[in-house]
């Protein structure tokens, strides 16, 4: 028996990401801090689709947390077969305004922990056929961002450290995947302090859309999904970084 473990499967992407994967019959094993949401959210799956969800409660915002989630893996002897590395999030406002506290936890948040479950679980996905990571990114791992100096900065890490994965692992039996949604329906923004800018304001994709796709071309080292972000990533490969920077500062606000 085999699992996908999935970060940050509360709410939003990870959550449809969970009950896309059980409607396919994969066991899982749910992470974030709201108990109450994976315990209700493990039982409707399992019920469902007669699929294994264990729930792990864990703050990855701290180290502590962290190596909860690894070591408890271990302990229990659960197999994977797939790491979704999807938990994370952002604020919108300039860099000397948001506090450091909070700035310094989305980094542990996106980055850190993500890097340390990546190198902890590697070795028990190894030992699966077929296995696969997939790094939730973002566009914004394409330029920089004013007004969300962090979050940019840490999705074009996720971004950069997915890619060079990709090469190192893909011929040791694991494909690493860069997943880069753009607005897309979750609790992203409210939590981001985004839900009037020009970017959401303009459309968000489903959930189940940015899912879809990503599954679907996990052994892709990149996936965009949707045609609008597909152009404005290549529409910014042509421009000057001067102009991708001030649009995406214009974008939020
Ligand atoms: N929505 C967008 O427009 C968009 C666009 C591009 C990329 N993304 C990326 O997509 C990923 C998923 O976000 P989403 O849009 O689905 O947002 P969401 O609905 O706010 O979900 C975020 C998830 O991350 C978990 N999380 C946050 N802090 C955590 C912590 N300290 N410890 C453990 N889990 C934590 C939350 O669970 P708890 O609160 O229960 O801990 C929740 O399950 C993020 O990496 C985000 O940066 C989102």
């Not at 962090?150 to 997943?179: P, R």
């Amino acid at each position: 028996m085999t699992y996908v473990l999935i970060t940050g499967a509360s709410a939003g992407i990870g959550e449809v990401f969970a009950r896309t994967l059980a409607a396919q019959k994969q066991n899982l094993i749910l992470v974030a801090r709201r108990e109450d949401r994976l315990v209700t959210l493990a039982a409707e799956l399992s019920e469902q689709h007669d699929v294994k969800v264990e729930v792990l409660a864990a703050d990855l915002a701290t180290a502590d947390g962290t190596e909860k989630v690894s070591s408890t893996v271990a302990a229990s002897g659960w197999k994977l077969n797939g790491l979704i590395n999807n938990a994370g999030f952002g604020d919108r406002g300039a860099f000397t305004e948001l506090s450091l506290e909070r700035q310094l936890s989305m980094i542990q948040v996106n980055v850190t922990s993500l890097v340390s479950l990546t190198w902890r679980l590697i070795p028990n996905l190894q030992e699966s056929t077929g296995a696969f990571i997939i790094n939730v990114a973002s566009t914004a791992a394409f330029q920089a961002g004013p007004k969300m100096a962090i979050y940019y900065a840490t999705k074009a890490f996720v971004l950069s450290l997915s890619e060079a994965l990709h090469e190192e692992l893909k011929d040791a039996g694991v494909a690493v995947s860069a997943l880069c949604p753009g607005a897309t329906e979750s609790e992203f923004a409210a939590e981001a302090h985004m839900t009037d800018t020009r970017l959401f304001k303009a459309g968000t994709m489903p959930a189940e859309a940015v899912v879809r796709k990503a599954l679907a071309r996990r052994r892709t080292a990149i996936v965009i999904p949707g045609l609008r972000n597909l152009l404005m990533v290549w529409s910014g490969k042509f421009s000057p970084r001067l102009i991708t920077r001030r649009l995406a500062g214009w974008l939020q606000a």
